[in-house]
């Protein structure tokens, strides 16, 4: 005589064979879970730094536009003209950085090609640095390069 041993469950049915399922469902989202947390953290860094780095170029641009020479005076309006030069925006542009020790807080900071003057009145600053997101950097050894413009205008009023 063999005697067999059954599970039954609330409703008096037999159990299934699929126990202990549930616990690789939980070890599952728990993963996928820290997964996304680590990419929204990982963005959320770049971001972060993207936001100061487009307020420094605010100020350098904002500085620059400051750097104006009088220009000659037009022959029907008698008022002087700000005039801004290419190389005065790239220069007052690098002192700005190295007044507020921007060197120091930006891992591969610099001052890209765009940066000048497209009409002599108009100060146009173009910054890049490389972002090293946390916990995910071992993916990215290089970081992730961003880049922020601003541009502010020199204008002479009565």
Avoid: C, W
């Avoid at 041993?5 to 399922?21: F, L, M, N, V």
């Avoid at 120091?104 to 890209?112: E, K, P, Y």
Wanted: a negative charge; charged letters at 15%; proline letters at 4%.
């Amino acid at each position: 005589m063999t005697v067999t041993i059954r599970q039954i469950d609330a409703k008096g049915q037999a159990a299934s064979s699929e126990e202990g399922q549930m616990m690789v469902m939980i070890v599952g989202f728990v993963l996928l879970s820290l997964l996304l947390a680590t990419v929204i953290m990982a963005v959320s860094a770049v971001y972060i730094e993207h936001k100061k780095l487009l307020s420094l170029a605010d100020g350098a641009a904002a500085a620059a536009a400051d750097s104006y020479t009088l220009g000659a005076v037009e022959a029907g309006l008698g008022s002087p003209t700000a005039v801004l030069t290419a190389e005065r925006v790239r220069n007052e542009t690098q002192s700005y950085l190295n007044r507020n020790a921007a060197f120091a807080r930006f891992d591969g900071l610099a001052v890209a090609p765009g940066t000048g003057t497209p009409d002599s009145s108009t100060a146009e600053v173009v910054l890049s640095a490389v972002v090293q997101p946390p916990i995910v950097n071992f993916l990215l050894p290089e970081g992730v390069l961003i880049e922020a413009s601003s541009s502010a205008r020199s204008r002479l009023t009565r």
